[in-house]
């Protein structure tokens, strides 16, 4: 193993470590929220879906890209290369179509009252779970053909194309079937991240509204207060474009790696690295972004240290 190769495996260990570790403390934290009575919002049955989505990917890519890395590259049989690559076809669409969902009822929660959305406020809680649950269900759906395109390793199987995803054979039996099936994927992705744009950018001329609000209260000598709703949109917002930002790297590395036979490993250590980049950064920006977090962290500051609080 060369340095270059321990420094990239060393890379996805780390990345996986982290993800890990951050997706689990967003699970301990809702689970401590829900014991310690805390009254939880809408999004945050969201939230959890998609920190599901988000550990199928980190344990379906991360971790066997990681033993990979170290050397391990024929550690998965026929199915379980099929079972993996179909687990992280799931998660994938999952976390793109649980953050569009995540967008879309946030700007129709901070919407006016006197908007067009304003008769959807009061529905729009009542749906959450089953459009999580539908979410769900269409995207296992749409992967079930995802295992019928790979193979193990060892298998020596005759085709026409074969990708190196040094774990697993990417095998292409028919050019006629990937061409419906390429522009099916491409079409799911490009609706969600369309809902996704247009609800970010309504959430931004909402917030920008908000603002002028307050500064007109500042002008008049109220003391301004920033509500919860802006505040779980500022964080909503954050990750919507940084879910956008790093789709659309990942998306120019993928099309490079559909295009180019065998590509270099360069190529797809970096496609692998963007790929799991939001399921592992992700938590600490919904953490990071939640006030409830540091209401927490204060309060038990407070009980460790009795004393200086009094």
């Not at 729009?124 to 193990?152: E, M, Q």
């Amino acid at each position: 193993m060369t340095t270059r190769d321990l420094t990239m495996a060393v890379i996805f260990f780390l990345q996986t470590t982290v993800g890990l570790l951050g997706n689990f403390s967003v699970f301990y934290y809702y689970l401590f929220l829900y014991l310690t009575g805390y009254k939880l919002r809408c999004t945050d049955l969201i939230l959890k879906y998609l920190t599901v989505a988000n550990l199928l990917v980190i344990f379906s890519k991360g971790i066997p890209q990681t033993m990979a890395s170290f050397g391990l590259t024929h550690f998965l049989d026929d199915f379980g290369c099929k079972l993996v690559f179909f687990v992280h076809r799931v998660g994938r669409d999952v976390a793109i179509g649980t953050t569009c969902l995540l967008t879309v009822f946030q700007v129709i929660m901070i919407s006016p009252g006197d908007s067009r959305w304003a008769q959807l406020k009061i529905k729009a809680p009542k749906y959450v779970g089953t459009s999580n649950i539908f979410c769900w269900v269409l995207n296992i759906v749409r992967s079930i053909v995802v295992p019928f395109h790979l193979t193990d390793k060892r298998n020596n199987i005759n085709v026409t194309k074969k990708i190196d995803q040094d774990y697993c054979y990417a095998i292409s039996y028919d050019k006629i079937a990937e061409s419906f099936y390429v522009p099916l994927l491409l079409s799911h992705d490009g609706f969600c991240l369309g809902l996704m744009f247009w609800a970010s950018s309504s959430m931004v001329f909402i917030l920008h509204s908000h603002k002028q609000r307050v500064q007109y209260i500042r002008r008049n000598n109220l003391p301004p207060r920033s509500s919860p709703e802006s505040r779980a949109t500022r964080r909503i917002l954050v990750l919507a474009c940084f879910f956008l930002s790093l789709w659309m790297l990942s998306s120019i590395f993928h099309i490079c790696l559909s295009v180019f036979n065998n590509s270099s490993l360069w190529l797809r250590n970096t496609s692998t690295l963007l790929t799991t980049c939001f399921p592992t950064l992700s938590p600490y920006i919904l953490m990071r972004h939640d006030p409830r977090v540091s209401t927490l962290y204060s309060a038990w500051i407070r009980k460790q240290n009795p004393l200086n609080s009094s």
